[in-house]
């Protein structure tokens, strides 16, 4: 029996840092766009890090999706 408690205890702290993790990706995918949208002449390495981040969040997110966790569960 406490090895069931411990274990959806364990998944949910899980989901609660995949949460976590994809809002924070979501924070720094726009940080980033809003510098590369206000350049003037956007490096490579700007564009590679926009890119990067990008796909960091959407894989995330899919994961989310792929396990059934939405934000209101929050």
């Known amino acids: 029996m406490i090895t069931l408690f411990n ?5 949910r702290e899980l989901e ?4 976590t993790d994809i809002f924070k990706l979501q924070k720094d995918w726009m940080h980033i766009k809003t510098i590369i ?11 590679y890090e926009l890119k990067v981040a990008q796909a960091k969040y ?5 994961e989310a999706r792929r ?3 939405h934000a209101h569960q929050r």
């Open 37 to 47: 949208e206000k350049s003037v002449e956007p490096s490579d390495e700007g564009l």
């Open 58 to 62: 959407f894989y995330l997110l899919g």
């Open 67 to 69: 396990l059934g966790i």
């Open 16 to 19: 609660q840092q995949l949460l």
């Open 7 to 11: 274990r959806k205890k364990k998944k």
